[in-house]
């Protein structure tokens, strides 16, 4: 297989059949033998009779569609898994990240690199999505470790290498941003020019964007907890000066003190909470439907959880 191309969908009904006639004018040109493995992530329109229909008239389309909507990332894992090309690119159901760059893309993989990257340029993007966005990565790469690159995104392509790396993480929380950057290998940037979404809607509300953004920081980095640590310490020898200086406010320090305890308290239970979910050993995903190219992959039915955690969910074909 020259090449697999993974899509997860999340009511996607509008896109999807414009995407299929996309990718079927450009893939011919890109790849001698090639796939399409779409990922139905618990849709609750139309998308799965429609994944149906076109795994039915297109031998090259094979699908999974998840027990609910597990999120994008658990939904990537599952197209990811199913990916036998030699390249495997990955690419959104809205056709905001355009096929007609996979050939750019694919050359540079074929250059050597692992990972060749589409990096989105946010000058269109809202002020309110950008901003935020961009203060992200400011704090993310402002600690020393991991550095992602501001808008690179979950356009890509890999080598089967990579996928096989990133399949090796078992972790719960699967923050792909930093998986990519983690397993490290070559790597390349192409721009990604901005186009809006081929109908339906973003599935990003603010608050699921920030909630995603601190899931990634925080898998990502434990500096925060030395640096609660630094702050008490501080804070400890601040109000013994000031104590020393018999300053009136002692209140005010004392509220202060009490906020700041507050603050690690709360930044100590994140991370708890997250190990906490770590330990359950819970499959990423639950296989409701597989058909097409994808059914006769992974292994037979299963009933009942996988032994192995890092492929970890159950099938039922
Ligand atoms: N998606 C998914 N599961 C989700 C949310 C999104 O599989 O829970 C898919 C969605 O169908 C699309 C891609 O992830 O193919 C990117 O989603 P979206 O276009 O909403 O994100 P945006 O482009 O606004 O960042
Ligand atoms: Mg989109």
Request: hydrophobic share 45%; with cysteine; aromatic share 8%.
């Amino acid at each position: 297989m020259d090449l697999t191309v993974v899509v997860p969908c999340f009511n996607e009904q509008r896109a999807l059949p414009h995407l299929h006639d996309a990718l079927c004018r450009v893939l011919p040109r890109l790849a001698t033998e090639y796939e399409i493995v779409v990922v139905d992530d618990g849709s609750t329109d139309r998308t799965l009779p429609q994944v149906r229909a076109l795994a039915a008239v297109d031998p090259r389309l094979g699908f999974v569609s998840l027990s609910r909507n597990f999120g994008k990332e658990a939904a990537l894992l599952a197209g990811l898994q199913r990916a036998r090309g030699r390249r495997v690119a990955i690419m959104d159901a809205d056709l905001q990240h355009p096929p007609e760059l996979l050939g750019r893309m694919l050359a540079l993989l074929d250059d050597g690199r692992d990972q060749v990257v589409a990096c989105r340029d946010r000058r269109h993007e809202p002020l309110s999505r950008a901003l935020p966005a961009k203060v992200f990565y400011r704090v993310f790469n402002g600690f020393r470790g991991l550095r992602i690159p501001a808008g690179a995104g979950d356009y890509r392509v890999l080598s089967q290498r990579a996928v096989q790396a990133l399949l090796a993480l078992p972790e719960q929380h699967r923050f792909s941003k930093g998986l990519f950057a983690w397993i490290g290998f070559d790597t390349a940037h192409v721009p990604l020019p901005h186009v809006p979404r081929r109908g339906g809607r973003s599935k990003w509300s603010r608050r699921g964007l920030l909630e995603y953004a601190l899931d990634g920081f925080f898998s990502f980095h434990h500096k925060p907890l030395r640096f609660a640590v630094h702050l008490g310490a501080a804070l400890v020898l601040g109000s013994l000066s000031g104590l020393v200086a018999g300053v009136p406010a002692l209140f005010a320090g004392v509220l202060a003190v009490c906020g700041v305890q507050l603050g690690c308290l709360g930044l100590i239970g994140e991370y708890l909470g997250r190990i906490h979910l770590e330990t359950k050993h819970r499959p990423h995903f639950l296989v409701k439907e597989t058909g097409g190219r994808a059914a006769d992959r992974g292994s037979a039915v299963l009933c009942g959880a996988s032994a192995d955690p890092v492929q970890g969910e159950l099938w039922s074909a």
